[in-house]
């Protein structure tokens, strides 16, 4: 079955620490997203990329990294600099970069310890 | 700055009944207005969306309405089964970029 898959499903990061979430999708799409959702909040977009190699900052890009070096794959990582980390985090992937039906993955939910 | 605003945030309808959402957007630049469904634990998926070229679009029980000059569409929910009790979130945007609503659960009573 073509998807996006997320893992882990939960995370938990210590203080100073780390952590990347993986993103891998088989359904051929250019681009991909991430996208951080907190209670009561809409989805906000942290980065995406729309080709391999290439990708740009969304609204709240700070504290994140990402990287394509592969089109299936799109890690994120959450870096000690990111204060409030804990929230469930979305990647989602479209055929191409015109946003048009994202097609998203079960989740990763981030908690601190 | 929140871009797109949603109401209400939650609701409860019986089942056979309608529910309605709104959402207004700010930026008239915004040309694809989409509905996504979330159930708990999973990630979104799309349900319906529209183009401001047309005013109304409908799929099945859902109908999404849109009124330009307003700045302003809705999803209705005809006929709500207990299935579609989920989390519904509205957007709006263009190119390679779309804004949230802060979505609505939404429970039907069987």
Known sequence: DGGITQSPKYLFRKEGQ?????CEQNLNHDA????????????????????VNDFQKGDIAEGYSVSREKKESFPLTVTSAQKNPTAFYLCASSISSGHEK?????GTQLSVL | QQQVKQSPQSLIVQK??????????????????????????KGPALLIAIRPDVSEKKEGRFTISFNKS???????IMDSQPGDSATYFCAAGNDYKLSFGAGTTVTVRA
């Open chain 1, 18 to 22: 780390n952590v990347t979430l993986s």
């Open chain 1, 102 to 106: 994202l097609f998203f993955g079960s």
């Open chain 1, 32 to 51: 991909m997203y991430w996208y951080r959702q907190d209670p009561g909040q809409g989805l906000r977009l942290i980065y995406y990329s729309q080709i």
């Open chain 2, 16 to 41: 056979g009944g309608i529910s309605i959402i709104n959402c207004a957007y700010e930026n008239t630049a915004f040309d694809y207005f989409p509905w996504y469904q979330q159930f708990p634990g």
């Open chain 2, 70 to 76: 307003a700045k302003q569409f809705s999803l209705h």
